[in-house]
């Protein structure tokens, strides 16, 4: 596999202490699908009534766990439930091999439960067109049905990882009429990410009570403004998928309650925020802001083609304020501008007002700012009220060097 150089620089000092949620615990193992010497197995059991919600990657070149997750989706949910997740290989283009490995583990998986089968959601991630050993995960079901543990979050975070410098973790406690609900999830992404629900992985557990159909509106609403607002290098997997279990354990109903849907939208925003970090190579975290465009479609356009672009991301890079850069990739989004209202801004710097360079324009200024890991950068497209904001990172020599030699 890919050589991983050391912990991004972006990365947080520590992975965060999650609390328990109860109605779900953990187990992981070395199953030797592609890494020795790691965890690359987790398997994650919920109790039953279980709510479980979930949106995933649009490509047209599905793996077969998202192709059999988004066919279960919806089901009953009286009986318990399993996450069962793979890293080292995507299971993706393997055609019926595909189909008959990932029967194979949720069998497996079933069995071990004693829990239905259509109740056992898989994903897989890693390489793509490879076969996926799946006799090396049913081997070990059967252990990791009867070792599962309520603080094994944090392992079950490792296992899932590829070529992640960390592991990623966010929670949320909210009080509701007096009694606490809590909200745990996990993530796993560096590179192949542009979601379009990359190769992104994520896995949040609440013991909310709510109806699926309610949880699944909630979580597709908050995931057009976090995970679909992420970009590392604008490369949608085969894999990406994000499952969101409700246990109902605490007894809190959670139903048209705004405290607990702000609660899932920030632990939502904190892991698509941490992929980014974590974005192959990446140095600079760069939060790109687009107000005034005609519609707010239009402004995430724009703001994604910026975030999007090789020059752009590459002058991040080398610290270089090229605003021209984001000229450029504001006129070829293919949403309206208009090159004399168009205005820039890097950090607090006004570089460019009404299409053109600002009078009071200050390169040092700007230049100061790039120098930053946290950056800010500004655009408003003076037609509209339309506005957006996405994530993204530069680009570096290291993501050349982690994907040369992504199989080897």
């Known amino acids: 596999m890919a050589k991983i150089s050391a912990v991004s620089p972006l990365a947080p000092e520590a992975f965060p202490a999650l609390p328990l949620v109860e109605g779900v615990t953990f187990a992981t193992i070395a199953a030797g699908v592609r890494y020795q010497g790691r965890d690359d197995v987790m398997l994650a059991c919920m109790t039953p009534g279980t709510a479980i919600a979930g949106v995933f990657t649009t490509s047209a070149t599905r793996a077969a766990p998202v192709l059999d997750c988004q066919a279960k989706l919806g ?39 004693d829990i239905p089968q259509e109740r056992v959601f898989t994903s897989s991630t890693g390489v793509i067109g490879e076969p996926l050993p799946f006799d090396r995960i049913t081997a070990h079901l059967k252990a990791l049905a009867e070792a599962q543990d309520a603080a094994g979050i944090e392992a079950a975070a490792r296992a899932i990882m590829t070529t992640d410098t960390f592991p990623k973790g ?76 409700a246990t109902g354990a605490s007894g809190v109903d959670v139903s048209g309650d705004l405290a607990f849907s702000d609660a899932l939208h920030g632990v939502m925003l904190d892991l698509a925020h941490q992929v980014v970090r974590d974005g192959e190579g990446a140095t600079k975290f760069v939060e790109i802001s687009v107000t005034g465009a005609a519609t707010d479609a239009d402004a995430k356009t724009h703001a994604l083609s910026v975030a999007n672009s090789p020059l752009v991301k590459t002058a991040i890079a080398g610290e270089d304020p090229n605003w021209g850069r984001v000229v450029m990739a504001v006129g070829k989004s293919g949403a309206a501008a208009d090159r004399d209202l168009l205005s820039i801004r890097f950090g607090d710097v006004v570089v460019a007002e009404k299409g053109w360079v600002s009078p009071g324009y200050d390169e040092a200024q700007a ?18 009220d339309g506005r957006a904001t996405v994530w993204t990172c530069d680009l570096t020599h290291g993501y050349i060097d982690i994907n040369a030699d992504y199989r080897s």
Do not use: W
Request: aromatic share 4%; glycine share 12%; charged share 15%.
């Open 75 to 113: 089901g009953a949910s009286g009986s318990a439930a399993a996450f069962l997740v793979n890293s080292g290989n995507a299971n993706a283009f393997t055609g019926r091999n595909g189909e008959d490995a990932v029967g194979a583990i949720t069998l497996a998986t079933a069995t071990a439960c």
């Open 170 to 245: 966010a929670s949320a406690t909210v009080d509701i009429a007096g009694r606490r609900v809590t909200i745990a999830g996990i993530a796993k992404g560096s590179g192949m990410i542009a979601p379009d629900m990359a190769t992104m992985l994520v896995y949040i557990f609440t013991d909310a009570k709510i109806p699926q159909a309610e949880l699944q509106a909630m979580v597709s609403g908050h995931n057009a403004c976090t995970f679909n607002c992420i970009t590392v290098d604008s490369d949608t997997s085969t894999s990406d998928t994000l499952l969101v279990a």
């Open 367 to 384: 230049a100061a700012h790039m120098k930053g890991q946290e950056l800010f950068i500004g655009v408003d497209i003076g037609l509209g």
